[in-house]
């Protein structure tokens, strides 16, 4: 009966068409995989999204942030509690060289917003597959950028559902983290700022690292992206390589032939699948290099019940 009455309770502050019941959570996951949430819930205003944390907390229900879903692996057994959405909040506004974009919005979409508008600084995000809030959590990068270089202020939701306003230096950015994942804050928005640059430069360099990507990744196959952080002194990719790995995995998980750094699902992988090649991948690069290889994706949710009738 609970999860009837978070229902029916959250149908009063967001709109109930926006609370759904036991949704399958594969649908918002680029790796097409993960179990059900037991509510989920998709707020349209920073307010609702600030009740509904304000909710789960008096009402010591458990929550869950889940953005674009590109940088993460949800177990077959889903998520239990309400599963918190914000991709309706997905405003971008530029006024001058500053740009204000809500959590929501894909940081590729602000990328080509400020490019049209002959902003530089933004360019190296122009292929990153997350949300501002999943990009502002883990100070995504890539080429050389990162969010730390252009990020002045982000607005967020604490656990309790106050809003607090964050300056650069409090958001505390280092590589692939922040105060936003360490104190579980919720992004609502961020402002960052840019200068303006030469348009056919900016649109060349976009060009140049759209067909870097393109070519480079494996993007016609559901992934979590890159699954291992670079570990010092080396690349992450190169070590799995040079492991013999790429082609291998469990199920329909596997390592990309086009990129070793990436897990590919080929079509009818499990979550379970995908995490049993992570470790596989882990444990020979360990046995082969001796170095331990850290995930950049996050592993959330539960496992399925264990069948106990099951053959082995």
């Known amino acids: 009966m609970m999860k ?24 918002y996951t680029m790796t097409k995989l993960g179990g059900n949430a037991d509510v989920f819930v998709m707020p349209s205003t920073e307010e609702a999204a600030s009740e509904v944390v304000k909710y789960a907390h008096l009402h010591k229900v458990p929550i869950f942030l889940l953005g674009n879903g590109s940088n993460m692996v ?49 360019e190296f995000s122009c292929g990153i597959p997350g949300s501002i809030g999943g990009a502002m959590a883990m100070n995504a990068g890539a080429y050389g950028g990162e969010i730390k270089d252009v990020i002045v202020s982000c607005k967020v939701l604490t656990p309790t559902g106050d809003i607090l306003e964050l300056s650069k230096e ?32 900016i649109d060349a360099t ?23 952080k670079r570990p010092p002194g080396n690349f992450a990719g190169k070590l799995i390589q040079d492991s013999g790995l790429q082609g291998k995995g469990v199920g329909d998980a596997e390592v990309s032939t086009k990129h070793a750094g990436f897990i590919i699902n080929k079509g009818n992988a499990t979550a379970s699948d995908y995490i049993d090649t992570i470790h596989m991948v882990q444990r020979v690069v360990k046995e082969t290099f001796d170095i331990d ?11 399925l019940p264990t069948d106990k009738n099951k053959t082995l």
Do not use: H, M
């Open 206 to 228: 976009i060009t140049d690292l759209t067909f870097k990507r393109q070519s480079k990744q494996p993007l016609e196959y559901p992934s979590a992206g890159s699954v291992f």
């Open 74 to 122: 949800i177990r077959d057994g889903g998520i239990r509690g309400i599963v918190l959405n914000l991709s309706k909040l997905d405003q971008i506004r530029i006024d001058g060289t500053t740009v204000y974009a809500q959590s929501g919005a894909l940081i590729i979409d602000v990328s080509k917003a400020a490019a049209a508008k002959s902003l530089t600084g933004l």
């Open 170 to 201: 409090q958001l505390e950015l280092g590589y692939r983290k922040s105060i936003i994942a360490k104190n579980g804050y919720y992004v609502l928005s961020s402002v960052f700022e840019l200068q303006k640059g030469d348009q056919e430069t």
């Open 4 to 27: 009837e009455q978070w229902v029916k309770d959250l149908s009063t502050i967001v709109n109930p068409q926006d609370v759904k019941i036991d949704e399958p959570l594969k649908n």
């Open 293 to 303: 290889l850290e995930t950049e994706v996050k592993i959330v949710g539960e496992d």
